[in-house]
């Protein structure tokens, strides 16, 4: 990935020079020291500890690499549904292990490797940044030198034990030549698939099928213990309303911590980037100079910036670059651009990124914000604090007024009268592994409910609308299900299962004839469906308008054009198929390209044997979560992978 972003140094904005740093740490974030205080773990693996900051820096590491593939569409609910939280998790946890396991094989980085590999990191067209830009580019990201270098050791370390496990790997000759016959083999087919859907009517189930299936797979359907409970929630969002923060707060606030105001000296500007990889510097300073005269002449800046900028970034929104410090832009731009007037036009301008015109549109001297300009700003930390704590303390007084009479639902409802932002709800049986109705996965919420006694309410728990306080309505023990627990799911079952062999049965006979006769069409006619084409596609891919079916990818590939294979099942239904065309290895091909087939697949068998090294060390190795991050992934520690 380090080596991609280098590669791809010129084509980003080069006003982001200083964020291509960050996503330099983030690559490998977490894989070092980070300063924090103590008892700030995420986990602990082997006794060592990841930090509550590492994994922050791992979360948003992953969040960079989500945004920049999936753009506006990344949100907070697309976060939680790729499981970014867990995966950095993960993503840590492994690297501990590694570092453990390099460790123990007595591996080490020389300082010279480290050095070589540092200055690679911040080299723009093959020169060292240099050291004041090294440094600023890790100041912003909140490293110093010595701490961005020992996580990058780490990170060599895990690349030498990488490396250490590709060498001891042994491919024979037939496993080179089945990988490149999977690469480069294809099949075109001729299907037909038959919807299971289509026999719906045909699969509906009695309730003595249901019964009987229930009494036949009685584990499938086994209740783990359960609670049911009621719970008095202190809704954050209702309580919004009446948090107030008085105008001598903010403005206190404004004075007490009058250095988070502080900004330096900053300008506006726009500007046309013309890089210098296709072209010479003295060919893209004659081009600019042509553009000044242009915008000299009346032409409009942003105009001529859309038309021919080549810094994306900002080309699109007429080269505006916004308001920025000086530090925050290379030397070679930030001097002239600070010593020019507003509206005065400035360049042509050489930096590591090409040759550029600017055009300074304001100017913010060095001092405190005014006040007018952060008050909203202010007023929103501080009501995001006051309101925690409102919630905090309203949550304590209930749990006060209700114990002190008999705990019951209907003490719960009327205390929850005298307030709009309290309400009373009432849960279906859960398990502790289980998501709660109305809240989803709170593992703090359900490690209290199967932790409180019998008419007693708990002590305030988090939940993702405000505080919660549970009375236990019933405790139920591990237990085989009756048909009225599960019917839902014995009733999906057994009807999915009728339709597959009512389909498969169907398919079944229609292939026999098919493969004797050798007539797909006359097939589809007897079924009432289409003749479909796919392909062509490999032994690893997907087929096109089926998705990945490893049977009939298998089969496909050992045929010959014209005969039929299948049926096979599928999501959808059964699938007959007949081959139309073949793409076959080419002995000498392989020849040629023995040591790059080699080399990959080396490297997928390496990353297998990585796999399964790390589930063994992660089996001997004790790793145990902090309370924070069991209730974020939604699992009791021993739930978790």
């Not at 042509?348 to 914000?369: D, K």
């Not at 909203?376 to 995001?384: M, N, Q």
Request: net charge negative; charged share 30%.
């Amino acid at each position: 990935m380090l080596k991609t972003m280098r590669d791809n140094l010129k084509s980003l904005s080069w006003v982001l020079w200083l964020v291509i740093a960050a996503f330099i740490l983030l690559a490998f974030v977490g894989l070092g020291p980070m300063s924090g205080p103590s008892g700030t773990y995420a986990a602990t693996v082997g006794g060592e500890e990841i930090t509550q900051n590492e994994l922050q820096r791992a979360y948003r590491g992953l969040e960079q690499q989500y945004r920049s593939m999936f753009g506006e569409q990344y949100s907070a609910e697309m976060a939680e549904q790729l499981g970014v939280y867990n995966q950095a998790m993960e993503r840590l946890i492994n690297n501990k292990v590694m570092l453990i396991e390099a460790r123990r094989l007595g591996l080490r980085v020389s300082d010279e490797e480290l050095r070589e590999v540092v200055r690679e990191d911040f080299s723009v067209d093959g020169r060292f940044v240099g050291q004041e830009q090294y440094r600023m580019a890790l100041r912003n990201q909140g490293f110093t030198p010595a701490s961005y270098e020992e996580a990058r050791r780490e990170d060599l370390l895990m690349s030498k034990m990488y490396q250490i496990l590709l060498q001891n790997l042994y491919l024979s000759e037939a496993d080179v030549e089945q990988a490149y016959r999977e690469q480069v083999e294809r099949a075109t087919i001729d299907y037909l698939l038959l919807p299971q859907s289509r026999f719906g009517e045909q699969a509906r189930a009695s309730e003595q099928e249901l019964e009987r299936y229930l009494a036949e797979h009685p584990d499938e359907f086994r209740l783990p213990a359960q609670r049911r409970v009621a719970y008095l929630l202190v809704d954050r969002a209702r309580m919004a309303d009446e948090v107030e923060v008085p105008e001598e707060r903010l403005r206190a606030y404004y004075e007490e911590n009058s250095a988070e105001f502080e900004q330096p000296e900053q300008v506006e500007a726009r500007h046309i980037l013309l890089r210098t990889g296709d072209r010479s510097v003295e060919e893209a300073r004659g081009e600019i100079e042509r553009l000044r005269q242009r915008i000299a002449g009346g032409a409009d800046f942003a105009t001529v910036a859309r038309e021919v900028s080549e810094d994306p970034g900002s080309a699109v929104r007429g080269g505006d670059l916004g308001f920025f410090s000086r530090e925050q832009m290379v030397p070679e731009f930030a001097e002239p651009v600070f010593a020019a007037e507003e509206g005065e036009l400035v360049g042509p301008v050489e930096s590591p990124f090409g040759v550029h015109l600017v055009e300074v549109t304001g100017r913010r001297p060095a001092g405190r914000q005014p006040f007018e300009e952060v008050r909203d700003s202010i007023r929103a930390t501080l009501a995001a604090d006051e309101l925690e704590e409102a919630v905090r303390r309203r949550a304590a007084e209930v749990v006060a007024e209700l114990r002190e009479g008999e705990p019951t639902v209907e003490a719960m409802r009327r205390v929850a009268e005298a307030s709009p932002a309290l309400e009373v709800q009432e849960t279906r049986p859960f398990g502790l592994q289980e998501p709660v109705v109305g809240l989803g996965r709170v593992a703090a919420f359900n490690q209290a409910a199967f932790g409180l006694e019998p008419g007693r309410v708990s002590e305030p728990v988090e939940v993702p609308r405000g505080q919660a306080i549970l009375l236990v309505q019933e405790s139920l023990p591990e237990r085989d299900a009756t048909l009225a627990d599960v019917e839902p799911q014995v009733r999906r079952q057994v009807e999915l299962e009728k339709r597959q062999r009512l389909a498969r049965e169907a398919m079944q006979a229609a292939a026999a004839e098919a493969k004797q006769s050798g007539d797909l069409a006359a097939a589809a006619a007897e079924l009432g469906v289409e003749v479909q084409q796919a392909g062509p596609f490999a032994a690893s891919g997907a087929v096109p308008g089926l998705g990945v079916v490893p049977d009939l990818t298998r089969q496909a590939l050992s045929l010959d054009e014209g005969q039929i294979g299948g049926p096979v099942d599928t999501p959808q239904g059964p699938v007959l198929f007949q081959v139309t065309a073949r793409q076959r290895m080419d002995p000498a091909q392989l020849a040629t390209q023995r040591d790059q087939v080699r080399e990959q697949l080396a490297s997928q068998r390496g990353s297998q044997v990585l796999g399964a090294l790390l589930q063994q060390r992660r089996e001997e190795l004790e790793v145990s979560y902090s309370p924070q991050v069991v209730d974020r992934l939604g699992a009791t520690p021993t739930a978790v992978p």
